[in-house]
């Protein structure tokens, strides 16, 4: 007795692992459950071994579709947050582009405004620059007496006092110094 019950378990494993070979090679869209086994157990439902194993590779292969469908919600999830974040990428570089583009225009304007303070500067009175730029703070002297004709700048420098005339000579290497 246990022999041809042993051939017949036997038979429906081949027969399962024929089945899942065959579904392999035509790919995972085959890989979908089947709600019954009735064809696998045609035949097959007085062995218990038989039931039990049927019944085991119906639940894995629900459980399969159940990871497939999980698989393919996550991937539209990914390519939503890819699409989104394209997305997000492209406006940041329209902004980056404007930003850019205001600061070329400003540096423009700022360069502008001071060409036409280094103007003022060189047509008037040295005794007179020396006692404007005395007053104002000494990095922004510095720069404006860098940018000056240089023997306007030597006159302006002879009329400010020697204190000062130190500091902004130290501001003006730095200038120099930071330009290089």
Excluded: H, W
Aim: overall charge neutral.
């Amino acid at each position: 007795m246990r022999r041809p019950v042993l051939s017949v378990i036997g038979g429906i494993l081949v027969l399962a692992a024929a089945g899942q070979a065959v579904m392999l090679m035509d790919g995972f869209s085959r890989l979908t459950a089947n709600a019954e086994p009735s064809e696998l157990m045609a035949g097959c439902t007085d062995v218990p071994e038989a039931v039990a194993l049927a019944e085991t590779l119906r639940e894995r292969s629900l459980r399969l579709d159940g990871y497939m469908k999980e698989l393919d919600r996550k991937k539209a999830e990914i390519n939503f947050a890819e699409k989104q974040l394209t997305e997000k990428l492209v406006e940041l570089r329209k902004v980056k582009q404007q930003l850019a583009q205001r600061d070329a225009g400003q540096r423009q304007s700022v360069t502008e405004d001071i060409s036409r303070l280094i103007a003022v500067y060189d047509q008037m009175k040295p005794e007179q620059a020396a006692m404007v730029l005395s007053n104002l703070p000494p990095d922004f002297a510095a720069q404006i007496l860098v940018r000056v004709q240089p023997e306007t700048g030597a006159r302006i420098m002879a009329s400010v006092e020697p204190g000062q005339a130190a500091v902004l000579t130290s501001y003006m290497g730095a200038v120099r110094a930071a330009a290089k």
